[in-house]
């Protein structure tokens, strides 16, 4: 990826979003690792030279699928714990 990143490296990042929101932000990563996958795998058909893209694109369409089962996991996590409160 970029020059700025630095693998293993972690954030933690807390957002507050409504349901549409969060539809938004899912379909969002979901369009974006489309493209990536879409990207890396005409970019590797066309030419060998663009390797190092085609493996920059592939790793943008995993972060943005590892991103969304993130989401989902907080998100179910977090209605369990609310449905758990009001119990």
Not at 32 to 37: D, E, G, K, N
Not at 40 to 57: I, N, T, W
Not at 67 to 79: E, M
Request: overall charge negative; hydrophobic content about 40%.
């Amino acid at each position: 990826m970029s020059a700025n990143t630095t693998p293993g490296v972690t954030k933690t990042v807390t957002l507050e979003l409504t349901d549409e929101d969060h539809a938004i932000l899912v379909s969002a990563l979901h369009q974006a690792a489309r493209t990536a996958a879409t990207n890396a795998e005409r970019v590797s058909d066309d030419d060998e030279s663009d390797a190092g893209y085609a493996e920059d694109q592939e790793t943008a369409a995993q972060i943005a699928l590892a991103l969304i089962g993130s989401i989902k996991d907080q998100t179910a996590a977090a209605s369990s714990g609310a449905a758990e409160v009001s119990a």
